[in-house]
């Protein structure tokens, strides 16, 4: 399989090398290696269906030990959480913006694709809506206050409303002012183990 050179405004890059880069431009991270054959306009490690020529081989490798050479300062690699051995990883993004600003040839059509993945990603990150703060507050202080009722289940709804536990760790690092003593209550009262009666919080 032939490097593409270009967009390819004319339909002649092969249909699978298209599909290569628009399906490698989605991924979270590329091989250094796979990467360095990707923006030159080659299959990844693996997919050609050739060898290629020793000259092109020693291209890349020359590319590869740039890169490597460049990990950590001008080009940000991504640590695993996995074992991956030897392999290194970098982002699709990241890589092609250290190569163009290192004057290397980029695929503009992987290019293209890429860019086009990241406005994809950044829309969908923007459009996520976050939990209200009183969401998140009543599920911290539910879940403190089924441990707590788990070491001592006798304790009344209203006194485990006031338990400084939820302050500190529940509603306390989340919202701005402290919720009255009624909407504890209410955010809790059905975790007590056995459904008991706990009264309402009277009033102060």
């Given at each position: 399989?032939?490097?593409?050179?270009?967009?390819?405004?004319?339909?002649?890059?092969?249909?699978?090398?298209?599909?290569?880069?628009?399906?490698?431009?989605?991924?979270?991270r590329?091989?250094?290696?796979?990467?360095?054959?990707l923006?030159?306009?080659?299959?990844?490690?693996?997919?050609?269906?050739?060898?290629?020529?020793?000259?092109?081989?020693?291209?890349?490798?020359?590319?590869?030990?740039?890169?490597?050479?460049?990990?950590?300062?001008?080009?940000?690699?991504?640590?695993?959480?996995?074992?991956?051995?030897?392999?290194?990883?970098?982002?699709?993004?990241?890589?092609?913006?250290?190569?163009?600003?290192?004057?290397l040839?980029?695929?503009?059509?992987?290019?293209?694709?890429?860019?086009?993945?990241?406005?994809?990603?950044?829309?969908a990150?923007?459009?996520?809506?976050?939990?209200?703060?009183?969401?998140?507050?009543?599920?911290?202080?539910?879940?403190?206050?089924?441990?707590?009722?788990?070491?001592?289940?006798?304790?009344?709804?209203?006194?485990?409303?006031?338990?400084?536990?939820?302050?500190?760790?529940?509603?306390g690092?989340?919202?701005?002012?402290?919720?009255?003593?009624?909407?504890?209550?209410?955010?809790?009262?059905?975790?007590?183990?056995?459904?008991?009666?706990?009264?309402?919080?009277?009033?102060?």
């Amino acid at each position: 399989m032939t490097a593409d050179k270009g967009s390819d405004p004319w339909g002649l890059v092969p249909v699978e090398m298209k599909a290569f880069y628009k399906g490698w431009a989605r991924v979270d991270r590329w091989p250094l290696q796979d990467a360095v054959r990707l923006i030159s306009g080659f299959p990844p490690r693996g997919f050609e269906s050739e060898a290629l020529p020793k000259k092109v081989e020693r291209k890349l490798a020359a590319y590869v030990q740039l890169a490597k050479n460049c990990l950590g300062e001008s080009l940000p690699w991504m640590k695993q959480d996995f074992d991956s051995g030897d392999e290194l990883y970098v982002g699709p993004n990241d890589f092609i913006l250290w190569a163009k600003k290192m004057g290397l040839s980029v695929n503009e059509l992987l290019e293209n694709y890429v860019l086009e993945a990241e406005a994809g990603e950044r829309k969908a990150k923007k459009n996520e809506r976050k939990p209200h703060p009183n969401t998140v507050a009543r599920l911290r202080c539910q879940g403190i206050a089924c441990m707590l009722w788990d070491d001592n289940p006798g304790m009344t709804i209203t006194a485990m409303s006031k338990h400084q536990a939820l302050r500190e760790y529940g509603y306390g690092p989340v919202l701005n002012s402290t919720p009255t003593p009624e909407t504890v209550h209410g955010w809790i009262k059905n975790q007590k183990p056995g459904g008991g009666k706990g009264g309402r919080p009277k009033k102060e």
